[in-house]
C-alpha cells in the first residue's frame, strides 16, 4: 500500500462507511468522486480494496456489489 493510501483519514473511511451502511447509493458515489478528486484514482483503488472492502459485512458488500453491476443485472439469488 503506498504511503499516501496508508494515511487517509479514518473520518473519510467512516463517512463512506456510514454511506452503505445506510445504502445510500447516492451519496456513496459523491464520496467516492470526492475522493478520487482529492487523492486520484490509484489511491481510491488502493484504499478500497486493502481498508473499506475488507470491513464490510456480508449484506453490505453484496449490496455494493449490486449497485454497481445493478443495472446490467436482473435477478441476484443467494447459493449457499
Given amino acids: 500500500m503506498t504511503t499516501v493510501a496508508s494515511q487517509v483519514s479514518i473520518t473519510t473511511m467512516i463517512s463512506m462507511l456510514t454511506a452503505i451502511a445506510n445504502r445510500q447509493w447516492e451519496q456513496f458515489k459523491e464520496l467516492e468522486?470526492?475522493?478520487v478528486s482529492q487523492y486520484g484514482v490509484e489511491v481510491w483503488q488502493e484504499v478500497f480494496n486493502f481498508r473499506l472492502k475488507p470491513a464490510l459485512d456480508k449484506d453490505s458488500d453484496r449490496w455494493l456489489l449490486?449497485?454497481?453491476c445493478g443495472e446490467g443485472i436482473i435477478?441476484?439469488?443467494n447459493v449457499a
Fill in 66 to 68: 449490486i449497485q454497481w
Fill in 33 to 35: 468522486a470526492d475522493f
Fill in 75 to 77: 435477478l441476484v439469488k
